[in-house]
């Protein structure tokens, strides 16, 4: 019997360990590879003050150093291009550690040579690219504590070497070093944070289009059991009332009693065969030349199906089956296949067409998400599945196995 919805409960748990989603680990890739660059570039922009710096700092200072930061910098965009999310962060940290260890090692390998150079030691040119990385990695606020941090070393330490002459103010010598690389670590904060909106957003979405449809089925069972109150229980006691318990009311009342049980346990059942008609029948109403075929493994003679699990998979099937009809591609086939069983039945929707790769299908693309897999998921025993790859076709299975 249908029941009032509960209390909304929140969308987001934040007290729970926060999980990014698919575009801010998708950001953050993009920003690690970019980062690496950076310190490629820098890397070959410095590489005639390296070579100087043997002539006043220690040789395993001079050697070290830059294999230290920029080899750790190119590993960041190394794991990033390889896809190893889980390693980016981590490798973050240890590139930006191995940029403060060797700007702090400066008083101990400087060998009081004299350095002339207005632009300071190497290091001290690029702390933006670690301040880069530090806000791919770390939340706002501690980004720019690190950010503070890091400029001041590597401003205090390149001071260290630089003759009296060259030394200009403190204050607005830190102040530039900050404020030149701060646009560029806030950017990466505001574009993570973009993306982890964009993830919160579409799990929102998906909470939202369940619990509305959970609201459809109670309001519907409401309905049905409105009519039933009315058709049969209303029917029967005014019955008894004014003619006494006849066999027609007994039958009646047997009826209803059964539908009304029927209500509390479950969906209505379809038989195979008018579950294949009607699977079929969808197919037919989007497009009638489509090719429709059905495997019946056996024994499905008296095999039936929940109302709710054709509903469900033949909502997703059309949404497939639009999908392919507005991407395939011009001459594209697209066929569907249905497979029947006792415990399970399994949809097909393959066409010949242009293909796609769903690793670079946007994260606000909703359609597949959420029509097909998003409404197979919410089925007790869903699941889909697509296969697609550029100039290879698609693949869209559908399955449902009746639950145990």
Not at 25 to 53: D, E, H, M, P, W
Not at 190 to 201: F, K, N, P, S
Not at 357 to 372: K, M, Y
Request: charged share 20%; glycine share 8%.
């Amino acid at each position: 019997m249908a029941t009032d919805a509960p209390p909304t409960p929140r969308l987001n748990d934040r007290t729970a360990t926060r999980v990014p989603g698919d575009a801010e680990r998708r950001i953050v890739r993009q920003f690690a590879i970019f980062t690496s660059a950076g310190y490629i570039a820098y890397g070959l922009l410095c590489a005639g003050n390296i070579v100087k710096s043997f002539s006043y700092m220690s040789s395993w200072w001079a050697l070290g150093g830059p294999i230290l930061v920029f080899g750790s910098g190119l590993a960041i965009g190394v794991v990033a291009a390889l896809g190893k999310q889980d390693l980016i962060k981590p490798t973050i940290v240890v590139a930006v550690a191995a940029y403060v260890i060797v700007a702090l090692l400066v008083p101990v390998a400087w060998k009081n040579g004299v350095y002339s150079d207005e632009r300071g030691l190497w290091f001290s040119q690029f702390p933006g690219v670690a301040g880069v990385a530090i806000g791919g990695a770390w939340p706002r606020a501690r980004a720019l504590v690190y950010l503070a941090v890091l400029t001041t070393i590597a401003t205090f330490m390149s001071r260290v070497v630089r003759p009296d002459d060259l030394i200009v103010p403190l204050g607005p010598d830190l102040a530039f070093a900050f404020a030149y690389c701060l646009p560029f670590t806030a950017a990466v904060i505001i574009g993570v944070r973009t993306a982890r909106l964009l993830d919160e957003t579409r799990t929102d979405a998906f909470h939202l289009a369940a619990r509305a449809a959970a609201a459809r089925a109670r309001d519907s069972e409401r309905r049905r059991f409105d009519a039933l109150t009315h058709d049969g229980v209303m029917t029967v006691l005014l019955g008894a009332a004014r003619k006494g318990p006849t066999t027609s009311l007994r039958a009646l009342a047997s009826d209803t009693i059964a539908e009304l049980g029927s209500e509390q346990t479950g969906s209505d059942s379809v038989p195979a065969t008018a579950a294949i008609a009607l699977l079929q029948s969808a197919v037919t109403d989007i497009d009638d030349s489509i090719a429709f075929t059905d495997i019946r493994h056996p024994p499905v003679g008296l095999t039936t199906y929940p109302q709710d699990v054709l509903r469900t998979m033949s909502a997703a099937m059309a949404e497939a089956l639009r999908n392919s009809l507005r991407h395939a591609g011009p001459d594209a086939r697209t066929a569907v296949e249905v497979a029947i069983a006792a415990d399970r039945l399994s949809i097909e929707i393959i066409d010949d067409g242009v293909g796609f790769d769903p690793s670079r299908v946007p994260p606000h693309r909703l359609g597949v998400a959420v029509s097909v897999r998003g409404r197979m998921e919410q089925l007790p025993g869903g699941v889909a599945g697509i296969r697609s790859a550029p100039g290879q076709g698609t693949q869209v299975t559908l399955e449902w196995a009746r639950p145990r």
